[in-house]
């Protein structure tokens, strides 16, 4: 490996331990601040009106969710990029690409907060969330079977503890059923008042998130070993 490759899997590794790092704050906090809807209570009106409440603080947390996902799917293009100079993997390239389409899925997703933050009629307040949703839950699977994917790869190649990266693929797999459960429960408007329409996506993402730090911290530092 040439230094220029060598600089290029340390940058890439960098920024996937920062990344990951952010991303992983501002889901917590989000959690901490927001959590499930109460029973009874308009589902899209109620993550709506919590937006509102959090008034500017909302933009500091897109701003900072923003840039940590950047530097998430940065780390993971460089990954691969280094990956296939040792050995060529379409489906790895195919991870990726699912990956980074649906990192800026969750991107395009939680800018409409800030669009939540600016709109003032709750009626118009309450569309903006339920279309938030939707691209929520329509790029989700698209994301996170790109990151099994990628994450089934490394285990082949023992990147990083194989075991781990299997356990990872086989949790993101499982996210997908739940997004795909919700979303199709979601598509009766009965469901809107029913907090536990949105459990499953909704627990499913959390744990996700707790594999996903993990993960990135691990091939962050594998990467900037190299």
Request: aromatic share 12%.
């Amino acid at each position: 490996m040439t230094m220029n490759n060598s600089s290029s899997s340390k940058l890439g590794g960098q920024c996937l331990i920062v990344g990951a790092i952010i991303s992983f704050i501002i889901f917590i906090i989000q959690i901490l601040v927001s959590g499930p809807p109460p029973g009874n209570e308009h589902i899209f009106s109620y993550f709506a009106n919590e937006t509102v409440a959090k008034g500017s603080a909302t933009v500091i947390y897109t701003l900072l969710w923003m840039f940590g996902n950047v530097l998430i799917a940065f780390g993971i293009l460089v990954l691969n990029g280094h990956l296939q100079e040792q050995q060529k993997d379409t489906m790895l390239s195919l991870g990726t690409f699912l990956f980074i389409v649906g990192q800026i899925g969750f991107m395009l997703a939680t800018t409409m907060d800030v669009s939540i933050i600016y709109a003032q009629d709750p009626i118009e307040i309450a569309n903006i969330a339920s279309g938030q949703m939707s691209i929520f839950f329509m790029f989700g699977p698209v994301a996170f079977l790109g990151g099994a994917l990628v994450s089934l790869n490394l285990a082949s190649r023992e990147y990083i503890n194989a075991l781990y990266s299997r356990i990872t693929a086989v949790v993101f797999l499982i996210v997908i059923l739940a997004f795909a459960y919700t979303a199709f429960n979601m598509a009766d408007p009965s469901n809107h008042y029913i907090p536990s329409t949105i459990m499953p996506a909704f627990a499913g993402i959390s744990i996700a998130q707790f594999f996903a730090v993990i993960w990135n911290l691990m091939v962050g530092m594998k990467m900037m070993r190299i």
